[in-house]
């Protein structure tokens, strides 16, 4: 059974950062595309993931949004991928949800595309 457990949320300053985790179970993440999505307080699922990246070979894309700030990545042995986000934000807040796609040829930030969906882990920015 597959399963994505997000950690590392929590209240923080603008300017300072976090770092996020997703440990994977249930399978090998060697082949994957795993991403990171947002929900803004308030309002849906962001369509579009902030950071995507595939597994086989640390292929990343990024929101324009958070280009430069957040630094996707993925450590396979220990099955978990990490959102490192820097220079967070007031509007960098929301729930972050770790997904997964078992096809890395389908590795795009859209949401259609991936199965599989942790319960998410939610980061709070103040000003």
Known sequence: QVQLAESGGGPVEAGR????????????????CMAWFRQAPGKERDGEG??????????????DSVEGRFTISVDRNKKTVYLQMNNLKPEDSGTYFCAREPNSAMCSRSQQWFKFWGPGTQVSVSS
């Open 17 to 32: 950062s976090l770092r996020l985790s997703c440990v994977g179970s249930g399978f090998n993440m060697d082949r994957d």
């Open 50 to 63: 902030v950071a995507v990246i595939a597994t086989s070979f640390g292929g990343a894309k990024y929101a």
